[in-house]
């Protein structure tokens, strides 16, 4: 309950800065919303009235989140719940639950076809493409640049996409986040092995964690999730981080020899056993279940769920394992994140400023949720940051002054179709009965085909 007090307490102090800064402002009335300081939440009864001129009836808003994990349903239930009723009283709001991935890819799609876009939703790269083709989001950034909210940015450049348009507003966390394996200390002890520090080690632990009736390591598969988003560019870079590198960026393909190995260590992984039976239909809450109950002694997955995990003193964890010397962890590490990431606005909403200051308060409420838990943001909210957790503090100490920060495949290079197809192909190698080379033979396909580097 004191946690819960004090969050509250965080977010109504931004709330009061930003109605002290939208008071100085004159006639500048416009949404000013973010995962910082300048949250909905600061915006006066007065101004509201002015800038909606709804004779003091509310406007009815929806909002398509993402409902994927534990923090997800934090920040819903600590941060947004109890806080956007006092900020923003004109609006009267129902959140509908979008999943995440292909659910909500899918979700949006479907929607937008049907000309039935919420006003606010979670925008990503994989469906951003035809949002946009059909004026389904909107371009943030005047409005975002009048009130100020891109000015409590410290990289407001970050937000900007490949055509210089702002669509979406987060905290700026995603760049902190990077899939790591987690273990249990316990379970590593009770079998008598050490923590890997190269692919083939990591193959012979699984091989006596399994021996001693362990499951060795679990990460969601099913619509191709683990494979998509960050394990085929894991094999792929600890083999060769510059081949990584240039499939992000377009220079190469699946022909590339250090990319056809990437997929051939997926195979590996599955045929020795190191993932349980299955795992192509297990699904993210499962798996998470899987690690958290110690049916599993490895998690991979992204330090979004080490704030939850480190409540468990048993729980660390370390980079992936090189498999050559091209790669360190200590030089190279894939980043989470894309200028797409984040609370947008239906380009063919009834009321833009309103909806665009609902995008700031939900970016502001993740930016404070992350703030609490000590996890670095870009989105500055005057708070003074929470202490890290030693978990927390030993992420930030290795992963900040890595040189070398690879962006995601999954959010910075793929186009939706091509985003669907990876995902397919991706669970098809976690059953075991796909060969990677058949794997890199259909990926190239539609790599080839590929519209996203046509901007």
């Given at each position: 309950?004191?946690?819960r ?6 977010f ?5 800065l ?6 100085s ?8 919303q ?5 949250s ?12 909606t001129?709804t004779?003091?009836k509310?406007i009815?808003m929806?909002?398509?989140?993402l409902t994927?994990?534990e923090n997800?349903?934090?920040i ?21 639950p ?7 890819a899918n ?29 389904s ?29 702002i ?7 995603d760049?902190y986040f ?6 249990h ?11 890997p520090?190269?692919?083939?080690e990591l193959?012979?632990i699984s ?12 990460t ?14 894991q ?5 060769d981080?510059q081949a ?7 220079k190469t393909?699946?022909?590339n ?5 990437g997929a ?7 045929k020795?056993?190191?993932?349980p ?6 699904d ?8 958290t ?10 330090t ?6 480190a ?5 660390d964890?370390?980079p992936?394992?090189s ?8 030089e ?6 894309s200028?797409l990431n ?7 909403t ?41 978990l927390?503090?030993k992420f930030?100490?290795?992963y900040?002054?890595i ?37 890199n033979?259909?990926?190239n ?6 519209t996203?580097?046509?901007?």
């Open positions: 309950m004191k946690t007090s004090k969050v509250s307490a965080m109504l102090m931004a709330s009061v930003l109605v002290t800064s939208a008071c402002s004159g006639k500048e009335t416009s949404s000013s973010s995962t910082d300081n300048p909905p939440s600061a915006v006066s009864t007065e101004e509201t009235k002015d800038t001129k004779d003091g509310k009815k929806r909002v398509i989140t994927t994990d997800r349903n934090n819903m239930e600590k941060f947004i719940k109890p806080n956007i009723a006092a900020a923003l009283p004109n609006l009267e709001i129902e959140f509908e979008g999943g995440g991935g292909e659910e909500m979700k949006l799609k479907t929607l937008n076809a049907s000309g039935d876009m919420p006003d606010v939703f979670w925008n990503d790269a994989g469906f951003f493409t035809p949002l946009k083709s059909t004026g989001i909107l371009d943030l950034t005047s409005y975002i640049s009048k009130d100020g909210f891109l000015d409590k940015y410290s990289v407001p450049d970050a937000l900007k996409h490949v055509d210089n348009g669509y979406s507003l987060s905290s700026g966390a760049t990077s899939p790591v394996i987690f273990y200390k316990d379970m590593f002890e009770k079998a008598g092995v050490k923590v520090t190269t692919f083939d193959i012979q091989k006596t964690l399994k021996s001693k009736g362990m499951v060795p390591a679990v969601p598969g099913k619509d191709g999730w683990g494979p998509k988003l960050f394990m085929l560019q094999m792929i870079q600890i083999g981080p990584m590198a240039d499939l992000v960026s377009n393909d699946f022909n020899p250090s990319v056809k190995e051939a260590r997926i195979e590996t992984l599955v020795e056993g190191v993932f039976d299955g795992i192509s239909n297990l993210y809450g499962p798996a998470m279940e899987m690690f109950s110690k049916k599993a002694a490895m998690l991979w997955m992204f979004w769920e080490l704030p939850n995990l409540k468990d003193e048993t729980v964890f370390f992936f394992p498999a050559s010397e091209k790669y360190s962890p200590t190279t590490v894939q980043f989470w994140g200028p984040g609370y947008a606005v239906n380009g063919k009834e009321h833009p400023e309103e909806a665009v200051k609902l995008a700031e308060f939900l970016a502001m409420a993740d930016a404070l949720y992350f703030e609490s838990l000590g996890a670095p943001i870009s989105l500055q909210t005057g708070n003074q940051a929470m202490d890290r957790s030693p927390m503090q930030v100490d290795w900040s002054p040189p070398n920060k690879i962006a995601s495949m999954a959010l910075n290079s793929l186009d939706s179709r091509t985003s669907a197809e990876m995902s397919t192909q991706g669970a098809n190698l976690l059953t075991g009965e796909y060969a990677a080379e058949d794997f033979v259909e990926m396909k539609i790599w080839s085909e590929n996203w580097f046509d901007k």
